[in-house]
């Protein structure tokens, strides 16, 4: 049998290792937060704002973020209703409703159209996701916020690489929250990272993040408020550093993956992830979308992929079909996407060969079902 292709896996080197080993051994007492501090401020730098703070999830960020910005029970958070439950969670746990909206057929990122007819008094913050490195259309959402009042929160964990018209994902909302999870294009194992351009909400978060202790509060064992423990370790922050010194490296390594597949794939009835005039895609996961003209089956090419060693991953489903969310069949796009989609294998030193061979199913699985 061929080697196994991970659907995606990190990229770990020896700065990775040295990082992690001098934490390991010398990042106590004093110490303590000397590569969080450092991984922030490299983070900061490469994003282009003007404060971050290193958390263990991005669901912790975002959980924060929105605490922060006072989304309380019997608010709304408008979102895609194509999305991992971790954008939602954060909003049921804080006792909001989370309003599902379609996607655009495209980018498979929120409709802004929709957005715009889903807010009601009740609308406390838009969260605008940027699937699988798509970027959301964030002059529209941001235009619609300001017309409201309502803040637009990016949910940035599979966007580390995109931009907007010359500003990366992540900087231009609130706040924006981000994914070090071992599958994303740089990672510390398990972590996140907000990040904003608003003091305010940045020293607000700042408490939230050390169980409610305010850093001006002088009288020690004081917490000012009830807080969160959503602290990255400084062993984690030490293998972030290591990464976002060679984030760019990393961005093309997706970036080259990415192309190899459209080569590949050239011909075929589907399309993949878009990068339209003035963004720049950072292609966490480069997924196919098969035209609907075409029968294609999924659930079979999977299979097939399995048994040839390589690992495929469905479409996230839309979250108004799980079982604690009301449906809403109406979101057509959100609904029919999935079943007629896949995210493809990528990590960085993904070979040629490897793009070759998983390309080789999907090209033989639809040229079996023209015939």
Not at 60 to 80: F, N
Not at 246 to 268: H, M, P, T
Request: net charge negative; charged share 20%; with cysteine.
């Amino acid at each position: 049998m061929s080697e196994r292709i991970y659907y995606t896996k990190p990229s770990i080197t020896d700065l990775e290792v040295e990082y992690a080993t001098d934490a390991a051994k010398n990042g106590w007492g004093d110490h303590c937060y000397e590569y969080i501090s450092r991984f922030e401020n490299g983070f900061k730098k490469h994003l282009g704002v003007k404060y971050a703070i290193a958390t263990s999830s991005c669901t912790g960020a975002l959980h924060m973020g929105m605490a922060a910005l006072g989304i309380a029970p019997g608010d709304e958070v408008i979102m895609a209703d194509t999305n991992w439950i971790a954008t939602a969670s954060p909003i049921v746990q804080l006792g909001a409703t989370p309003v599902f909206v379609d996607v655009l057929p495209d980018s498979w990122c929120l409709d802004p159209v929709r957005v715009e007819a889903a807010i009601t008094p009740r609308t406390k913050a838009i969260v605008a996701v940027h699937l699988y490195g798509n970027v959301c259309d964030m002059d529209a959402l941001l235009k619609i916020g300001l017309k409201h009042g309502i803040p637009v929160i990016e949910d940035a964990a599979e966007a580390i690489g995109s931009q907007y018209h010359g500003k990366r994902a992540g900087s231009m909302g609130a706040f924006g929250a981000f994914s070090f999870h071992g599958t994303k294009t740089i990672t510390t194992g398990e972590g996140g990272m907000f990040v904003t351009n608003d003091p305010e909400l940045y020293e607000k978060v700042l408490t939230l993040s050390n169980h409610g202790r305010a850093r001006s509060q002088s009288k020690q064992f004081w917490p000012d408020m009830v807080g969160f423990k959503y602290k990255m370790s400084n062993i984690q922050a030490a293998i972030g550093c290591a990464q976002i010194e060679r984030v760019e490296d990393l961005i093309q390594g997706k970036r080259r993956v990415f192309e190899a597949y459209v080569a590949n794939l050239a011909g075929l009835p589907l399309t993949m992830n878009p990068e339209p005039e003035g963004v720049i895609n950072g292609f966490w996961m480069p997924s196919i979308v098969v035209d609907r003209s075409a029968s294609f089956d999924r659930e079979v090419l999977l299979r097939e992929l399995r048994e040839d060693g390589i690992d495929g991953r469905v479409f996230f489903w839309p979250l108004s079909s799980l079982s604690m969310f009301e449906s809403k069949p109406e979101n057509i796009n959100s609904y029919a996407i999935p079943e007629m989609a896949l995210n493809l294998p990528s990590y960085h030193d993904l070979s040629s060969e490897d793009v070759v061979r998983v390309s080789m199913h999907i090209r033989k699985s639809l040229t079996a079902v023209a015939c």
